[in-house]
T-cell receptor
Framework: TQLLEQSPQFLSIQEGENLTVYCNSS?????LQWYRQEPGEGPVLLVT?????EVKKLKRLTFQFGDARKDSSLHITAAQPGDTGLYLC?????????????FGQGTELSVKP | DAGVTQSPTHLIKTRGQQVTLRCSPK?????VSWYQQALGQGPQFIFQ???????QRGNFPDRFSGHQFPNYSSELNVNALLLGDSALYLC?????????????FGPGTRLTVT
């Protein structure tokens, strides 16, 4: 069974601070997605990474896929209150017969002004 | 360009009843996946439909069933509702089976079972 573990589960920081969220597994994934979800809404896709070692940047957000495709990280520079939300990583199952996503339990981020 | 839409937004049902949730995929997408998200947890995969067939299924009982229509829209049916079925039900769409790891989610249907 493929599992994804996110850490930390909760993060409360001040505006302007930097932070990193980790997504780890003992299994290899064909792809890794990061989503952001607000209360009562569906997850919004931020990025997809598919190649081991791949780094993608989205404004102040930097995403990295581990070389072995077993882990990923999300780094936010100079966090803003608008970054507040639930961040979810999701892996595409390696024996992908159609795109089942396996989600981590999420990291609840709160950025205080 | 319309995104993924789901209906209804909220639903309250009693134990033992049956419920049908609906989803229309993003324009250009032909694959629909359903997920259940309990409070404080990440979404759990229920099943995926492509070409009107169930292609993959997660660890959910047969009480959970679905359907995909020729226009790619989909329904999720849950029979004999239990209190534990209370959750946010999410529909996600993607393009093609091989690329279907890149999924776009709808706003969800909040189901409460009393």
């Amino acid at each position: 069974t493929q599992l994804l573990e996110q850490s930390p589960q909760f993060l409360s920081i001040q505006e302007g601070e930097n932070l990193t969220v980790y997504c780890n597994s003992s299994s290899v994934f064909s792809s890794l997605q990061w989503y952001r979800q607000e209360p009562g809404e569906g997850p919004v896709l931020l990025v997809t990474v598919v190649t081991g070692g791949e780094v993608k940047k989205l404004k102040r957000l930097t995403f990295q896929f581990g070389d072995a495709r077993k882990d990923s990280s999300l780094h936010i520079t100079a966090a803003q209150p608008g970054d507040t939300g639930l961040y979810l990583c999701a892996g595409g199952a390696i024996y992908n017969q159609g795109g089942k996503l396996i989600f981590g339990q999420g990291t609840e981020l709160s950025v205080k002004p | 360009d319309a995104g993924v839409t789901q209906s209804p937004t909220h639903l309250i049902k009693t134990r033992g009843q049956q419920v049908t949730l609906r989803c229309s995929p993003k324009s250009g997408h032909d694959t629909v996946s359903w997920y259940q998200q309990a409070l404080g947890q990440g979404p759990q995969f229920i099943f995926q439909y492509y070409e009107e067939e169930e292609r993959q299924r997660g660890n959910f009982p047969d009480r959970f069933s679905g359907h995909q229509f020729p226009n790619y829209s989909s329904e999720l049916n849950v029979n004999a509702l239990l209190l534990g079925d209370s959750a946010l039900y999410l529909c996600a769409s993607s393009r093609g089976l091989l690329s279907s790891y890149e999924q776009y989610f709808g706003p969800g249907t909040r189901l409460t079972v009393t």
